[in-house]
């Protein structure tokens, strides 16, 4: 009779606690439902400002900001780094996003610039590394320069259409963030960008990715996500149809994952957010 006491208050107490587990993992965000995963707590990728997925599911390609080494990370929804990759080279001149095309070619956004100083800035373009490669030199080098001729610093980077679209962090949220085309990478020195239109948002636009699978657009500020029905170039233009405000500190890197949205802010923290509204 005692053990039996026993073996009911344990229960009672496992399940309370996977309650409170469950609570705390998942939380509203906006009218959706969101899970914590995890946190990368490597002291590695401490300064987490571009994400993309990696061939297996849950994993994904990181990297840090500017001043740290030419590095990729590969890390698990639960924030375990599982391979790192130097890119000999080249120097991580402000990395600031990630995106990845329909053949598996990572490319890595060279367009930070919070001075305001440069005078061109990069795309890296590189397959996705296999696992246990350590380190790679097959990384080819675009040069660009903006159609205005003046700097711009640029955290949000995304493929539509296999074409690489730029969306420059505005000096102050008041200002509507223009949208810029690369539309063919050319070797060639300094080529130039087009400027596409504004995107209908305010707010200092920290990264972005666009979903084919959902011809959704997430576009990631300071406050909240805005979310945008694209199929073509010209959608690109129209307000959001969705927008949710963050309650999950600054965030700077978001990436699609099949039907969920992953995003990290600045601690490390990795939520996933549904990708279908």
Not at 18 to 29: F, Q, S, W
Not at 37 to 48: A, C, D, M, P, V
Not at 188 to 195: D, G, I, S
Not at 224 to 239: R, T, W
Request: aromatic share 10%; charged share 30%; net charge positive.
């Amino acid at each position: 009779m005692l053990r039996a006491k026993l073996f009911l208050i344990i229960l009672i107490l496992a399940l309370l606690i996977g309650g409170i587990a469950l609570r705390v993992a998942t939380r509203t965000y906006g009218d959706q439902k969101v899970s914590l995963t995890g946190k990368i707590k490597s002291k590695k990728l401490n300064e987490l400002s571009g994400v993309t997925p990696a061939k297996k599911e849950k994993e994904y390609w990181g990297h840090n900001d500017k001043g740290n080494d030419p590095k990729l990370f590969r890390f698990n929804d639960q924030g375990q780094i599982l391979q790192t990759v130097v890119l000999k080279g080249i120097k991580n001149d402000d990395w600031e996003g990630m995106a990845k095309d329909r053949d598996g070619n990572l490319y890595i956004a060279g367009t930070g610039d919070n001075e305001y100083k440069k005078k061109a800035y990069h795309i890296y373009k590189l397959p996705e590394p296999e696992k246990k490669v350590d380190e790679v030199d097959d990384v080819t080098i675009y040069s660009f320069k903006y159609p205005d001729k003046r700097p711009h610093n640029c955290e949000a980077i995304f493929i539509l259409k296999e074409k690489i679209y730029l969306i420059p962090k505005e000096k102050n949220d008041t200002i509507k963030p223009k949208i810029y085309c690369l539309d063919k990478l050319e070797k060639k020195n300094k080529f130039t960008a087009r400027e596409v239109g504004t995107l209908e948002i305010q707010g200092l636009v920290t990264d972005a990715a666009y979903s084919s699978g959902h011809q959704q657009l997430a576009v990631l500020t300071y406050s909240g996500i805005a979310f945008y029905s694209v199929k073509e170039e010209f959608h690109l233009f129209n307000p959001p149809i969705h927008y949710a405000l963050s309650e999950f500190g600054q965030c700077e890197a978001l990436c699609y994952d099949g039907n969920n949205l992953v995003v990290t802010n600045e601690s490390g923290t990795i939520w996933k957010y549904p990708a279908k509204l």
